[in-house]
């Protein structure tokens, strides 16, 4: 994952201002780092996702974005389910 995806996925799950703020100041207990830490010293972006949704109990049908979750729905014609 680089890490423009990360952000991406930040800002659509938990909204510009409140994902910058959980990236920069919560302190995510298995990387003993805040996410921005963490990225910086180098762990790679998708492991920080991981664990941010964890701290936040993101279910797992959100851990993935919103286009990802629409292409995983699409039928073997190639078009998006209807639900």
């Known amino acids: 994952m680089r890490i423009s995806e990360f952000r991406t996925l930040t800002h659509e ?3 510009r201002a ?3 703020t959980l990236v920069a100041d919560l302190v995510l207990a298995p990387l003993d780092a805040t996410a921005a830490q ?6 790679d972006p ?3 996702w ?4 964890d701290a936040m109990d993101v279910p797992p ?10 292409r995983g729905r699409q039928g073997s ?7």
Not at 38 to 43: D, L, N, R, V, Y
Not at 50 to 53: M, S, W
């Open 18 to 20: 409140l994902g910058d």
């Open 50 to 53: 991981l664990a941010l949704c």
């Open 77 to 83: 014609d190639g078009q998006a389910a209807r639900t």
């Open 61 to 70: 049908e959100r851990r993935l974005g919103r286009d990802r979750r629409r």
């Open 46 to 48: 998708r492991t920080v």
């Open 38 to 43: 963490a990225i910086e010293a180098g762990t």
């Open 13 to 15: 799950e938990f909204g």
